[in-house]
């Protein structure tokens, strides 16, 4: 259960005190030459053809140093994946996209049905305000050993690819509830996740989005308002799209929906850039047959700190390095500029309608109003979408003060998990993500959850605000007990209402402990209870059940 991909790496550091870290690509390529001419010095003892073949790499890495300087060897060796001191084609193969151009062509599936001149369409428009460079982590020391060329994707991303686009109310079909009853609120898949903790994820190592099929064509034409290279299926499950009604009329549905997707925001030779925004959510209010779209709109949740992933790679294979972290943008939203009208207008007998009055003013359309017969409020839907992408939310996450009132009212422990990025969405990808599909969404682990337990997770940057906050001394004094546990990336606790942490774990120890192989299992290393197979949920279990031995006594009687 992969813990961390290759080279994950977290925040700038421990704190202000820790020493800047020497520019990372720079002090590749330096350990690079290091470890080959280390290597080339240990074999020319044993034998002598390794000694000539080591004498003769540690020449040809000498000479390639002179030829190219640091920056040169390393950008060299980053696309000679194989180590052999040369490019084969299939190592040259960025460059050459980029130096031809020749990208992949972006054509696509497009449902062409006979063009229809009483077709409706319906014009959209990208509202877009570039991530702040300041949210990041790695900014806090002016992005010291952050490569420009790393960021240029990003910094060059300052407006929507296209201000407006044109649609059909016919390309919202996908939206449509599948057929046969459908009741409000319960999710359905527009684009189903195929990845799960058994699977492993997508490689990072691509540029092009894949053609999108059926119903991701759509999806991909209103990212593409953003930026020129989504990818409507992420690398990380929960991948997809999912919807769910949230009101109905005789000849209208509101549609609610919530995406999951993310941009590559570089191209050869540059090395693979990732913008994960946290999700997509929206509405679209559409007749049931798609010939009318009254209403889309569709972005970026912006109410907490901090809501797009980011990772880049500091190499062109899979196991190179790679870079994390997490930012703010304000906005990224879609909206229709109005209703779905035809394009052509027809009177009765068929003939023409100029679209202008005689004044010269455009011909005004006047809708129906939809009288709904069923409908869910917002909150609601957006927690069983949520629930659909996340099976650990069936247990009740409550913001993290609230929680604590609660724990008091109630009289119960709290569990408390403690991140660097956010829990529910798709921004951050750090062992929060493993833990979220693996034991918090298991069946015992859920039960007692919910059974013992008053459960929170909050971002650390929002517990530094509370502890700042001179306003409220009883949040400061929460926030600090928190924080004094925390440790990076993901913290899990168990406290009293208030606020003393009895019991506490570490994500990344957890993850270590619990990826043993059986072997080790078997000899007993470790004593698992054996009512569990999976060890992992075992040892939360276990951690839980300490939680409640030291804490119980503790509640006021
Ligand atoms: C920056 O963006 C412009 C247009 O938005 C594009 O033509 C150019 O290639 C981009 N440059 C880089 C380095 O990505
Ligand atoms: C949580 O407990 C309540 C009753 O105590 C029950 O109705 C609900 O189904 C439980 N939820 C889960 C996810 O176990
Ligand atoms: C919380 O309550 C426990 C048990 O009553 C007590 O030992 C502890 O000192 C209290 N912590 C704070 C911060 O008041």
Redesign the pocket.
């Known amino acids: 259960m992969g813990r961390t991909r290759p080279g994950e790496r977290g925040p700038a550091g421990p704190g202000p005190a820790a020493p800047p870290a020497p520019p990372p690509r720079r002090a590749r390529a330096l350990a690079l030459v290091g470890a080959l001419l280390a290597a080339a010095a240990a074999a020319a003892a044993a034998r002598a053809f390794a000694r000539y073949s080591e004498a003769q790499a540690a020449a040809r890495q000498d000479s390639a140093l002179k030829t190219l300087g640091t920056e040169g060897l390393f950008l060299f060796s980053s696309l000679d994946t194989d180590r052999d001191m040369y490019i084969s084609p299939e190592e040259f193969k960025p460059i050459a996209e980029k130096l031809t151009g020749s990208t992949p062509t972006a054509d696509y599936e497009e449902e062409e049905l006979p063009p229809d001149p009483s077709e409706e369409t319906l014009t959209i428009e990208a509202r877009f305000q570039p991530l702040l460079p300041e949210s990041m982590t790695k900014s806090k020391d002016g992005f010291l050993g952050v490569s420009r060329l790393a960021l240029s994707g990003l910094r060059n991303w300052t407006m929507a690819a296209s201000p407006s686009a044109v649609f059909a109310a016919r390309h919202f079909r996908p939206f449509l509830p599948p057929q046969g009853h459908v009741e409000l609120g319960e999710p359905w898949w527009i684009i189903p996740s195929e990845l799960s903790v058994f699977t492993g994820y997508l490689s990072n190592n691509r540029f092009y989005p894949p053609p999108p099929k059926g119903k991701e064509v759509i999806i991909y034409r209103l990212l593409s308002m953003f930026h020129p290279r989504p990818f409507v299926k992420t690398r990380f499950a929960p991948q997809g799209a999912v919807a769910c009604l949230t009101a109905i009329s005789d000849f209208y549905y509101t549609v609610m929906f919530r995406i999951h997707a993310e941009f590559q925001l570089s191209e050869p030779p540059d090395f693979p850039f990732w913008f994960s925004p946290g999700q997509f959510t929206g509405h679209v209010i559409l007749s049931k047959d798609a010939s009318h779209v009254r209403d889309f709109r569709l972005f970026v949740p912006n109410h907490r700190s901090l809501n797009v992933d980011m990772e880049w790679l500091y190499g062109a294979s899979e196991s190179s390095n790679m870079e994390v972290d997490i930012g703010y943008i304000p906005q990224m939203e879609l909206e229709a500029l109005g209703p779905s009208v035809p394009s052509v207008i027809l009177d009765e007998d068929g003939n023409l309608i100029d679209s202008r009055l005689p004044s010269g003013e455009p011909l005004q359309f006047v809708f129906e109003e939809i009288q709904w017969q069923q409908e869910l409020s917002w909150e609601e839907a957006a927690r069983r979408l949520e629930v659909a992408m996340y099976p650990f939310k069936k247990v009740t996450y409550l913001p993290f003060t609230e929680a604590f009132d609660q724990a008091k009212a109630k009289n119960k422990l709290v569990h408390s998990i403690l991140l660097w990025g956010a829990l529910d969405d798709q921004s951050c990808q750090c062992s929060g993500r493993t833990l979220r599909e693996t034991v918090l969404e298991s069946s015992p682990i859920l039960a007692l959850l919910n059974e013992s337990f008053i459960s929170t997770w909050s971002l650390v940057k929002e517990l530094e605000d509370l502890q700042n906050n001179q306003e409220n001394p009883a949040h400061q004094?929460l926030a600090g007990?928190h924080l004094e546990k925390y440790s990076f990336p993901v913290e899990m606790m168990i406290c009293?209402?208030?606020?003393?942490v009895v019991h506490h774990i570490n994500a990344n120890y957890f993850l270590d402990i619990t990826s043993m192989k059986p072997e080790d299992i078997e000899n007993h290393v470790f004593s698992f209870s054996s009512t569990f197979e999976d060890p992992s949920t075992a040892t939360y279990m276990q951690f839980l059940k300490e939680g409640l031995r030291r804490g119980l006594p503790?509640?006021?009687p």
């Open positions: 004094k007990l009293l209402p208030n606020g003393t503790l509640l006021q």
